[in-house]
């Protein structure tokens, strides 16, 4: 009996429709198909309207740094509601099956992630950065290296080891310029011998790198690793103004590649340690713990330091945390609930929210990650090339 091939049965408007819907290890599949499948799915257009509708549901991809060796992690992608439903056998099934990789992950954007390597000499040391996508298995090549000289203003001796971090602190950060349609990596340089800050881009596929701005102002971040959001990449940390610090977030506008600075609210600036931020349902977040407290403050606009609104001020009592905990932290949100994970003496607990209801529906542990950070990536699978 001869077969009817789907091509005919089906236009290619509705081939697009039924297929962006699919996973990308499908589509690798069904590029197979026939040419015209391949041509579809390999479609630019196609590819956009697939990462759209991927990023309605996106993974988290956690990462776990041993403390003191930074180049060792372990990453595992999760659905947000199975790791909502059931935190720790989730986490560590997904562990169990995760290898160890000697990379330096700092950004994860349109299904794309980035990771950071480097060299030192007695002179000076080098950076490039690598796009991967761990869906298609595809890895771009390693970029054109940054080289950053000691500009410490002193002679090097051969009996002293500098310390490079304190020499050039550097932050990272990667995220999608959408009105140039590029991928950008951005390293904020403080030279803290000079007390200076330049800013250095490289977009995916240049042959060099680029450096935007130099000014002097002063500015430390409590994590190298910025928050991506919606053509933006940010920082928390405290600027020098006066001999004093003040607590803000240093955001990286991709768009027109320039700097500035967010205040966050005053009645939470306190004490400096005790804050993080993130990104939760599309919205930049600030954490606080408090001495008794635990606040959330989500910033609608990124680019609108005035549309700050409260999502969340919980006693730790509440919490049912005996005490303070600087390392409560949020790792996602679903509907009204929220999860949330803190570590004490070693190990991890997991606490599940109920923002409608103000209460703690259940508490999930104990999980031991012994000398383990853990921080969080929302990851949206996709067809998006580093090639």
Same mark, same amino acid.
């Given at each position: 009996m001869a077969t009817i091939s789907s091509d005919r049965i089906l236009n290619d408007d509705l081939i697009v429709e039924i297929l962006s819907w699919l996973p990308v290890t499908s589509l690798g599949r069904f590029r197979c198909v026939s040419k015209t499948w391949k041509f579809l799915i390999s479609n630019t257009c196609f590819?956009?309207?697939?990462?759209?509708?991927?990023?309605?549901?996106?993974?988290?991809?956690?990462?776990?740094?041993?403390?003191?060796?930074?180049?060792?992690?372990?990453? !595992? %992608?999760? +659905?947000?509601?199975?790791?909502?439903?059931?935190? =720790?056998?989730?986490?560590?099934? *997904?562990?169990?099956? $995760?290898?160890?990789?000697?990379?330096?992950?700092?950004?994860?954007?349109n299904g794309l992630l980035c990771t950071h390597?480097?060299?030192?000499?007695?002179?000076?040391?080098?950076?490039?950065?690598?796009?991967?996508?761990?869906?298609?298995?595809?890895?771009?090549?390693?970029?054109?290296?940054?080289?950053?000289?000691?500009?410490?203003?002193?002679?090097?001796?051969?009996?002293?080891?500098?310390?490079?971090?304190?020499?050039?602190?550097?932050?990272?950060?990667?995220?999608?310029?959408?009105?140039?349609?590029?991928?950008?990596?951005?390293?904020?340089?403080?030279?803290?011998?000079?007390?200076?800050?330049?800013?250095?881009?490289?977009?995916?596929?240049?042959?060099?790198?680029?450096?935007?701005?130099?000014?002097?102002?002063?500015?430390? !971040? %409590?994590? +190298?690793?910025?928050?991506?959001?919606?053509?933006? =990449?940010?920082?928390?940390?405290? *600027?020098?103004?006066? $001999?004093?610090?003040?607590?803000?977030?240093?955001?990286?506008?991709?768009?027109n590649d320039t700097c500035r600075y967010l205040s966050v609210p005053e009645l939470l600036c306190k004490e400096l340690s005790a804050n993080s931020i993130g990104v939760l349902n599309g919205c930049l977040c600030f954490s606080h713990c408090g001495k008794t407290d635990f606040d959330v403050l989500v910033l609608k606009d990124v680019r609108d330091e005035t549309s700050w609104t409260h999502l969340l001020s919980v006693s730790y009592k509440s919490l049912q945390i005996k005490e303070h905990n600087s390392n409560l932290r949020i790792l996602c949100m679903s509907g009204d609930l929220l999860l949330l994970t803190y570590s004490k003496m070693g190990y991890r607990d997991f606490i599940v929210f109920n923002l409608k209801d103000n209460k703690v529906e259940r508490i999930e542990g104990i999980f031991q990650l012994l000398l383990f950070n853990i921080f969080s990536f929302h990851y949206a699978p996709s067809l998006i090339s580093p090639i």
């Open positions: 590819v956009k309207l697939h990462l759209e509708r991927s990023s309605r549901n996106p993974q988290l991809l956690l990462m776990l740094i041993k403390e003191h060796e930074k180049q060792c992690f372990i990453a !595992s %992608f999760f +659905s947000v509601s199975s790791l909502i439903q059931n935190p =720790v056998s989730t986490f560590r099934d *997904s562990l169990d099956h $995760s290898p160890n990789r000697r990379r330096i992950l700092f950004g994860s954007c390597d480097s060299v030192s000499t007695d002179e000076s040391e080098e950076h490039w950065v690598n796009f991967w996508n761990p869906v298609t298995k595809i890895s771009s090549r390693s970029s054109p290296s940054l080289r950053l000289s000691y500009d410490t203003g002193f002679p090097y001796h051969n009996n002293f080891e500098y310390n490079t971090d304190f020499l050039h602190r550097k932050n990272f950060g990667f995220g999608y310029d959408d009105r140039r349609d590029c991928y950008k990596v951005v390293i904020i340089l403080f030279h803290t011998g000079q007390r200076r800050t330049s800013v250095w881009i490289y977009c995916m596929g240049d042959v060099c790198w680029r450096r935007t701005m130099i000014n002097y102002s002063t500015f430390h !971040s %409590f994590d +190298s690793n910025g928050h991506s959001l919606n053509g933006t =990449v940010n920082w928390l940390g405290f *600027s020098s103004e006066e $001999s004093r610090m003040k607590l803000r977030i240093l955001s990286y506008d991709l768009h």
